[in-house]
């Protein structure tokens, strides 16, 4: 299992945590955080609906998200991750050079 945080618009933050008990994820308490949770039986579903589901911009509601990939193959999370960076950034240009990838 993976945790995913992604900040919007400064710099498009991504990062990716392996210890899913860093002190960094106790973050996603806030109000209204958005968390979107993919597993085996639902990464499919979620991939192709993931660009018309999660909109980003400069608004509390709207700039982050919080994602739990759970497959049961933490390289095959991973490239779920990376799949969900690739779609944004040919959506968003914050993340189309500026990335900040940080692993955990």
Partial sequence: MIKVYINYPNQGIFSIY?????KNIQKNTKVNQRVLSINSSNFTEKMLSFIDNYKFSA??????????????????????????LKKLSEKYVPFQNNITFKKF
């Avoid at 392996?18 to 860093?22: A, F, L, P, S, Y």
């Avoid at 990939?69 to 991973?78: E, V």
């Fill in 18 to 22: 392996e210890d899913i008990e860093h």
């Fill in 59 to 84: 608004t509390s509601a709207e700039n982050d998200l919080w994602i739990d990939i759970d497959t049961g193959d933490t390289i095959f999370d991973k490239n779920i991750a990376f799949e969900i």
